[in-house]
């Protein structure tokens, strides 16, 4: 992990870092002047990607840092169990695909934002607007540089934190300033890159297992495969089951057991929560629909569509590394190791040879890149289009539209930079992976309500959307902070564990909810109180969206590409059940 790059490793990443940048500036150049102008083509590339190029697009920007670093470092913490997060994601885009895209094309939606003023009010779009970009840039934008940052600076040796964080920014920066046509068309070559290095890190890592493990003279992927089923059978198992003690001790044979539990609480999760995660995720943010928002309907569905087969893909590349590491680290094989699960991707890489460690890094440079590009346009995009033009300067041009979310671009990177540059949001102290769940999970619920009501229910209020937002928010704090205290452990909403966990080297004493089992009973509660509001309200909602059935036909390709999915998303479930 210490070793320096070979020079075939530097020759990789310089290529790469070439083939992007001059492809982003001749998709820049082939601009008509006219386009360059309109911020809806700067900030939405209307009409011009193709449905390969959202499916890349959207690949590209969801799987960043937190999936090669954070998930990779779940795989080696619980197992395959994390796949659920991508897995679930495969569904919940067909039915972003099948029922949420047409509603938001059929009435011209360009934001997150304009969408909950066009069907509530202006309040809860302001409000959600605010909410959005404070998520975006403390948590989200924050996460990706940290975690990626701190994963290319163990590959280097160490020492060089803040100077990788700086260039990562300038390549996306270069990326962006473009717009999101070039974003949209750089995508394709950087998930190529992610996939193809990601594909090539898996292949080595469990040859790498054969060898130290087995013994062999040459590693065998397929052996290295054998190995992991027979040294971690735990780690091949989707559904965890729940502990039968709720109180453990570090030194207890189940305190592990508990702490699995309570990041992926078995079947318990499926009920509610990872729904939430990923419906609200893929079908409720602008940082992922606005890659749909430009196109056709045919377009935007075939493209979400590839993205979810692509989904099914994802875990072998950022989940099997974890794995790995776990096994070889168990049998003493990863020296200088920690056993810090955040650490495992990087441990992995460390093993790689000259040439092949420098296309992991790329992959993984490029899904960073690809994800800061792709955030911080959508920052632009709501700053500029539902803050700076509606209550700061309504009579704004379209040059001065795109020129104010170029600005924006440079500040909210400047504003990461700052805030993660010493890492003030204790960012690496809990996990990248379950930082960005936490604290995104505490609007998750009551966003997603608003959304799902107020597209498919026209009785939906603007009292009872605000009421909605809030009340998600608050009640999340209530479950992951007070329940305990004031109804107890063990109730019929919840079950609490308590467990003791090593962090720092200081022994800590948790009692916490599963945190998905806490966002199933915060959207519950508010919907059951959003409906009730609305009852209370007029029948007749002049604000409601028309839904016409003609919306939701779909073509027979688009059918099989969903069956195709759903059949080996099935197979997947039985295999590790």
């Given amino acids: 992990m210490k070793d320096n790059l070979a020079w075939q490793d530097i020759l990789v990443f310089f290529i790469y870092f070439v083939v992007v940048a001059s492809y982003g500036y001749w998709v820049y150049l082939r601009k008509k002047k006219a386009a360059v102008s309109a911020s809806h083509d700067y900030f939405l590339a209307e009409g011009s990607l193709t449905w390969w190029a959202i499916g890349a697009s959207l690949i590209a920007s969801n799987i960043s840092a937190e999936q090669f670093i954070g998930m990779s470092g779940e795989g080696f ?42 069907r509530y009010n202006q309040t809860v779009s302001l409000i959600m607007a605010v909410f959005w970009l404070l998520l975006y840039v403390f948590v989200n934008l924050t996460s990706i540089l940290y975690l990626g940052a701190v994963a290319i600076d163990a590959l280097l040796g160490g020492g060089y934190l803040h100077v990788i964080m700086i260039v990562l920014l300038l390549m996306a920066l270069i990326i962006t300033l473009g717009g999101m046509k070039v974003i949209g068309f750089t995508d394709v070559i950087q998930v190529g890159v992610l996939i193809l290095g990601g594909l090539a890190t898996v292949y080595m890592a469990l040859q790498i297992v054969d060898i130290r493990i087995n013994g062999a003279a040459s590693g065998s992927a397929i052996a290295g495969f054998k190995t992991l089923l ?16 709720t109180h453990t001790t570090i030194d207890h044979p189940q305190n592990l057991d508990v702490q699995k539990y309570v990041v992926l609480p078995g079947i318990a999760m499926y009920f509610a929560g990872q729904w939430i995660v990923n419906l609200n995720y893929w079908g409720c943010n602008q940082y992922i629909t606005q890659r749909a928002l430009g196109a056709d309907l045919q377009t935007a569905r075939t493209g979400i569509l590839f993205a979810g087969f692509l989904k099914l893909l994802m875990p072998i590349i950022v989940m099997l590394p974890g794995i790995a590491a776990y096994v070889l680290y168990k049998n003493n094989h990863l020296p200088g190791f920690s056993g810090v699960k955040d650490g495992a991707y990087s441990a992995i890489l460390g ?42 300067s309504k009579s704004m041009t379209e040059l001065q539209s795109v020129r104010v979310g170029r600005w924006v671009v440079i500040l909210s990177m400047l504003v990461a930079l700052l805030f993660t540059w010493t890492d003030v949001l204790g960012i690496g102290g809990e996990g990248g992976f379950t930082f960005i769940q936490k604290y995104t999970g505490f609007i998750s619920p009551g966003v997603f309500a608003m959304f799902l009501l107020g597209m498919f229910w026209k009785r939906t209020t603007g009292t009872a959307a605000l009421v909605g937002v809030i009340l998600g928010f608050v009640l999340a704090i209530f479950f992951n902070n007070y329940a305990v205290d004031i109804f107890g452990k063990e109730t019929w909403l919840y079950t609490a564990f308590t467990y003791e966990k090593m962090e720092g080297g200081v022994l800590h004493t948790i009692t916490e909810i599963p945190f998905l089992i806490n966002m199933g009973w915060s959207f519950f509660f508010t919907v059951l109180v959003m409906v009730l509001i609305s009852l209370a309200g007029p029948k007749d909602n002049p604000k409601a969206f028309e839904i016409d059935k003609s919306m939701f036909k779909l073509q027979p390709r688009t059918i099989v590409l969903i069956v195709i999915t759903l059949m080996i998303l099935a197979a997947l479930y039985v295999r590790f059940w």
């Fill in 351 to 392: 093993f790689l040879p000259a040439g092949l460690k420098g296309l992991a890094i790329a992959a993984l440079t490029a899904a960073i890149v690809a994800s800061l590009a792709g955030k911080v346009n959508s920052i632009a995009t709501i700053w500029t289009l539902d803050v700076h033009k509606k209550y700061l």
């Fill in 230 to 245: 027979q040294q971690a059978p735990d780690h091949f198992k989707l559904m965890l089951d729940k502990p039968s003690v």
């Fill in 77 to 118: 913490f619980v197992g395959v169990a994390v796949a659920a997060y991508e897995w679930i994601a495969a569904v919940a885009l067909i039915i972003v695909a099948v029922w949420f895209i047409p509603v938001y094309l059929k009435n011209k939606i360009y934001t997150m934002p304009q969408f909950l003023n066009r």
